[in-house]
């Protein structure tokens, strides 16, 4: 194990959860298929088969996620406040990259125990279409939210595989205008750069893999406060499985897209067949069934797609016994998105 000032490496194959058991199976639930009500198609022409859990109809569909890069940070400080606040700037703007250089989330709160230099600390995934565009995306925030918080240090969390690397603390180095000098235990490299409140120090390079982003699924509820609750309970389950974030506010997003527009210069716009103020204008087109008047998407990435598997049905049979939720269903669009699938019906994995 490495150690560093003394204490406990964080292990470097911390990559998702060792529970595979999805969270639908402990609980005491109903079950019913029924087919959709009234008859109506999906959005691709397909009869609509619903699987009933206590009630709430959760369809029989899948969302499509795609492969993007992610890469895992291990921020410390010296007290959790600290950890914190370098966990919160270092994930700003950074819902989507439809309009952000990386999408981003904190993955769990570390203790002393868990850390490379045995101080509170944090997780933090990111995830960028490219390693290319990842690196930039990093050595930016890591440039600008990290190394500027007061106390902070930045260590890799991942494996490290030849050509599958990115350089974080080998080009944060530079700033310390020629004072910087490296310290090399075992096989990691560490940067120690000095500043005005001490000194920070930076892992030189950081392992990457092969992630999946876009797993999702909507929340159809009586009222937006329903909706939002339901959400917020989802969001809970979800943050108890390492190697998943929610990108979005809070883990939330109240403005789900699609992809396209109308509008050439728009690769995304707003999901409007499940916009409950356009039911009148788009008819039978309008995939919400009566009584919705609010959807919540929450949206899932993860290291692995049977990761983000796990959280999605954490995540529904903890949204399950909220009143006012009326079903459960997902955004995809026919493969053109993705061609990872996140079915929602477990047995459909």
Known sequence: ?????????????????????????????????????????????????????????????????????????????????????????????????????????????????????????????????????????????????????????????????????????????????????????????????????????????FGTVKGVGGGNFLILAASQAKGLAAAESAVTAIRKIPGVIMPFPGGIAASGSKAGSRYTFSIASTNHPFCPSLRKKLGEACQLPPGVQSVMEIIINGTDLPTISQATQAAIAAALPTPGLIRISAGNYGGRLGKSFVYLRPERQ
């Not at 993955?107 to 990111?126: A, C, H, K, Q, Y």
């Open 1 to 205: 194990m490495l150690r560093l000032g003394g204490s406990l490496a964080l292990p470097v194959n911390f990559v998702s959860g060792s529970n595979t058991n999805s969270a639908l199976s402990t609980q005491h639930l109903t079950l019913s298929l029924t087919s959709h009500t009234k008859g109506k198609s999906n959005r691709h022409g397909e009869r609509t088969r619903l699987l009933k859990i206590n009630d709430i109809p959760i369809e029989d569909t899948f969302a499509e996620a795609f492969p993007m890069t992610a890469m895992r940070l291990i921020v410390t400080a010296e007290t959790r406040r600290w950890a914190d606040v370098a966990g919160q700037v270092v994930t700003g703007y950074a819902s989507s990259v439809i309009g952000c250089d990386v999408e981003a989330g904190v993955e769990r709160t570390l203790n002393e125990e868990e850390t490379i230099d045995g101080r509170p600390g944090i997780s933090v995934l990111f995830f960028g279409f490219s390693r290319d565009a990842l690196q930039k995306a990093a050595v930016n925030r890591v440039g600008q939210c990290i190394l500027t918080c007061p106390t902070t240090a930045c260590y890799n969390g991942l494996p490290i595989v030849k050509g599958k690397t990115i350089k974080i603390g080998g080009n944060l180095r530079f700033f310390g205008d020629g004072n910087q000098f490296s310290k090399k235990l075992e096989s990691r490299r560490f940067w120690r750069i000095p500043v005005m409140d001490g000194e920070f120090t930076c892992e030189d390079v």
